[in-house]
């Protein structure tokens, strides 16, 4: 079956440490990328995607994904994080059987500390 | 610009009762989708709307939830008979295409509890 597997479901670290949430799919066929964030009672909000072209994705507040098509990754790295970043990111995959609609992973919630 | 809206924000309602979420898309986008999130739960894909074509009803989970879209534009997201397990957000979201390469816009959600 198709899927998206975001493999950490809560990430702790301290505000300034660097952060990497993880995200892997399973597709044979070539694929759309995207990060969504979400703070509390909001919706998602796009942080980046990736079409084609350069595997290194950068996007706003200073977050960069890093598509990797042997690995079938597509894993978020911020070096350097805010408190206002504690939010909840999700992973999403277009594409998979032909769908336009996106599959979701089921979020991993980002907790910065002081 | 304005954004995807939704109304009401939150809704309680009790066991048995029907209920209908509104989503406002954002002006000239094309595609409209309906998604469900369950507390630890990724999106649940619900429904989508392109244009004036047939909608993909195939997220929906029972008969018991239907979904139209008038004019192209706002939708009604509507559940009899509630029941418990219908308690989550209901997020919607837009984009000007349909398109694996579309970004989708999301409204704030609908909190629905079921009583």
């Known amino acids: 079956a198709q899927s998206v597997t975001q493999l950490d479901s809560q990430v702790p670290v301290f505000e300034e440490a660097p952060v990497e949430l993880r995200c892997n799919y399973s597709?044979?066929?070539?694929?759309?990328l995207f990060w969504y964030v979400q703070y509390p009672n909001q919706g998602l909000q796009l942080l980046l995607k990736?079409?084609?072209?350069?595997?290194l994705v950068k996007g706003i507040n200073g977050f960069e994904a890093e598509f990797n098509k042997s690995q079938t990754s597509f894993h978020l790295r911020k070096p350097s994080v805010h408190i206002s970043d504690t939010a909840e990111y999700f992973c999403?995959?277009?594409?998979?059987?032909?769908?336009?609609?996106?599959?979701f992973g089921r979020g991993t919630s980002l907790i910065v500390h002081p | 610009g304005a954004g995807v809206s939704q109304s009401p924000s939150n809704k309680v309602t009790e066991k048995g009762k029907d209920v209908e979420l509104r989503c406002d898309p954002i002006?000239?986008?094309?595609?409209l989708y309906w998604y469900r999130q369950s507390l630890g739960q990724g999106l649940e894909f619900l429904i989508y709307f392109q244009g004036n074509s047939a909608p993909d009803k195939s997220g929906l989970p029972s008969d018991r939830f239907s979904a139209e879209r008038t004019g192209g534009s706002v939708s009604t997201l509507t559940i009899q008979r509630t029941q418990q397990e219908d308690s989550a957000v209901y997020l919607c979201?837009?984009?000007?295409?349909?398109?694996?390469?579309?970004?989708?816009?999301f409204g704030p959600g609908t909190r629905l509890l079921v009583l």
């Open positions: 990736y079409l084609s072209g350069s595997t």
């Open positions: 597709s044979s066929v070539s694929v759309y």
């Open positions: 999403a995959v277009s594409g998979l059987g032909g769908s336009y609609i996106p599959t």
């Open positions: 979201a837009s984009s000007l295409v349909a398109g694996k390469e579309e970004t989708q816009y």
């Open positions: 002006s000239g986008h094309t595609a």
